[in-house]
């Protein structure tokens, strides 16, 4: 998961590599059990001596598997290869299913670093990490980021350790 280590600089270690936060697969999961369940008893409830029997069940199954894939595993497969890498020199985002999106933010052009928490994010320890640099992107908020205050803090400290080595 995240950077492999022969993509890292000399010197550079990984700190902290993480996914977002799970609650991201609490609609998909619920969207599994739903559609699943909708068409185990649509595919039951059609009568067998019905003469389009067969065709009806494969057109319940075709539109359970194209629901399923839609609203259950393409989540899935977002949230698992979406992966925030904190190493000593960066912090790297990377993202994307068949096309891949690799963001690297040095911790020398960190500005600021500072989270929001909604209060259920508060109960499920995660939240959205805002991070400020001189870059051309400007403020950057992060979504779902797990355990939001140990990002937030060891970001900070790595910020200051690189702010600290240049001067």
Not at 3 to 32: C, D, M, N
Not at 56 to 74: D, H, K, N, P, T
Not at 118 to 127: K, M, P, T, Y
Not at 134 to 163: N, W
Request: net charge neutral.
């Amino acid at each position: 998961m995240g950077l492999p280590e022969h993509y890292l600089t000399e010197g550079e270690r990984i700190v902290l590599s993480f996914h977002p936060h799970w609650k991201r697969l609490v609609l998909p999961t619920l969207a599994f059990i739903a559609v699943t369940g909708a068409a185990a008893v649509a595919i039951y409830a059609i009568p067998g001596e019905y003469e389009f029997a067969k065709y009806a069940r494969i057109a319940v199954a075709v539109v359970a598997f194209v629901a399923l894939m839609l609203w259950s595993v393409i989540p899935f497969l977002r949230w698992k290869t979406t992966t925030y890498t904190l190493t000593t020199h960066r912090f790297a985002i990377s993202t994307g299913i068949l096309n891949r999106s690799e963001d690297d933010i040095p911790l020398t052009k960190v500005n600021s670093v500072s989270s929001d928490q909604r209060f259920i994010e508060r109960l499920l320890g995660c939240g959205t990490l805002r991070v400020e640099s001189a870059s051309e992107k400007g403020e950057i908020d992060y979504r779902d980021i797990p355990k939001i205050q140990l990002v937030r803090l060891e970001l900070f400290r790595l910020v200051e350790d690189a702010g600290r080595d240049d001067g």
